[in-house]
């Protein structure tokens, strides 16, 4: 079946430096969601990436969809405290399917 | 947040017995789901329903059952609880004719520990 994989699973970041995550599917994908659970809370929808190489930004946070819709990744500059939690990315096979969960990216900011 | 409620929040229940875990719902959303949130496994579909009395399997059902007799509520089963059920439960609804990403809103998560 699907699978979609997350790297990497921790990542202790400095305050003030940028860093990646990356997710991988089996599958090419319809779409891909990203969603971020803070310590103790519940996921919460950031973004959705349709089409193949798309690229969106939410001020800090830049999303990319791969050219071949098997892959994303999430890039975030000049980590702040307020960043800390778990992404996780979701992959579609088909619109209106169900979402496959990558494992997330716990992140972890050092002050 | 949308509103999703999920009962108990917290429930530590022996081996061997029956437990039901609630999700409501009063966005009158199509889709609602069950997830399990295990660590280094993320979120793990285990059942969904995409409309009432319509429900289907995800990808780690053994063990589980579901029931949709409203709109409004999705109760997961597990009928005979194991310690490797001990886990956080996430209940979650969406609707692709409400919402054109198809979002997925998330309800608070029950605790669920078996001993």
């Known amino acids: 079946g699907q699978q979609v994989m997350q790297i990497p699973q921790y990542q202790h970041v400095q305050e003030g430096e940028d860093f990646t995550t990356y997710c991988n599917s089996s599958?090419?994908?319809?779409?891909i969601q990203w969603y971020k659970q803070r310590p103790g809370g519940h996921p919460v929808f950031l973004i959705q990436?349709?089409?193949?190489?798309e690229v969106k930004k939410q001020k800090r946070l830049t999303f990319q969809f791969g050219e071949a819709k098997k892959n994303s990744s999430l890039h975030i500059t000049a980590t702040q405290t307020t960043d800390v939690g778990t992404y996780f990315c979701?992959?579609?096979?088909?619109?209106?399917?169900?979402?496959?969960f990558g494992g997330g990216t716990r992140v972890l900011v050092k002050p | 947040d949308a509103g999703i409620t999920q009962s108990p929040r917290h429930k530590v229940t022996e081996t061997g017995t029956p437990v039901t875990l609630r999700c409501h719902q009063t966005?009158?959303?199509?889709?609602m789901y069950w997830y399990r949130q295990d660590p280094g496994h993320g979120l793990r579909l285990i059942h969904y329903?995409?409309?009432?009395?319509?429900?289907d399997k995800g990808e780690v059902s053994d063990g589980y059952s579901v029931s949709r007799s409203k709109t409004e509520d999705f109760l997961l089963t597990l009928e005979s609880a194991t310690s490797s059920q001990t886990s956080v439960y996430f209940c979650?609804?969406?609707?692709?004719?409400?919402?054109?990403?198809?979002?997925?809103?998330f309800g608070p998560g029950t605790r669920l520990t078996v001993l």
């Open positions: 979701g992959g579609r096979v088909a619109a209106g399917n169900k979402l496959t």
């Open positions: 990436l349709v089409k193949s190489g």
């Open positions: 599958t090419t994908l319809s779409n």
């Open positions: 979650a609804i969406s609707d692709p004719a409400r919402n054109r990403t198809d979002t997925q809103y």
């Open positions: 329903s995409y409309g009432v009395k319509d429900t």
């Open positions: 966005e009158n959303h199509r889709y």
